[in-house]
């Protein structure tokens, strides 16, 4: 698991890295910045609870304002043409369908990290129950 957390750390510090030129980057940088900092923790087993969800809050809350896009997508014509640039360019709901699926990823990865904290006895934060 340490080798697959540390992986995550990486992917998410490349994802942050990207964000850098992007339409909102402090908002993106800071998402998955945050991301990178639980997944080097837990790689340790270390797991702060109160952090971890006070992420899942926010990122729920921001998914459900980028939701109506990412619905929009998934029912054009044909959803795997709005990775391309052009149609980004012709279609709004290009970029934030990819913001909602970003937060889907993130949510994911603090789901299974949730659910491995509450095996662990190594947490901080929140006593372990």
Sequence with gaps: MKILNLLLTIVFLVLSFFQ???PDPIIWILIYGTMAI???????????????????IVYVLYAIT???????????????????????????????????????????VLGLYGFRS???????GVPSK
């Design 38 to 56: 639980v997944c080097v923790m837990a790689a340790f087993e270390v797991y702060v609870k109160r952090f971890m969800l006070l992420q899942v």
């Design 20 to 22: 850098i030129n992007g």
């Design 66 to 108: 980028l939701f109506p896009s990412f619905n929009a997508w998934a029912r054009s014509a044909n959803p795997s043409l709005s990775f391309d640039n052009l149609d980004k360019m012709q279609n709004p709901y290009v970029e934030k369908s990819r913001e909602f699926l970003g937060l889907v990823i993130c949510l994911v």
């Design 118 to 124: 509450t095996r662990r006895k190594k947490t901080h």
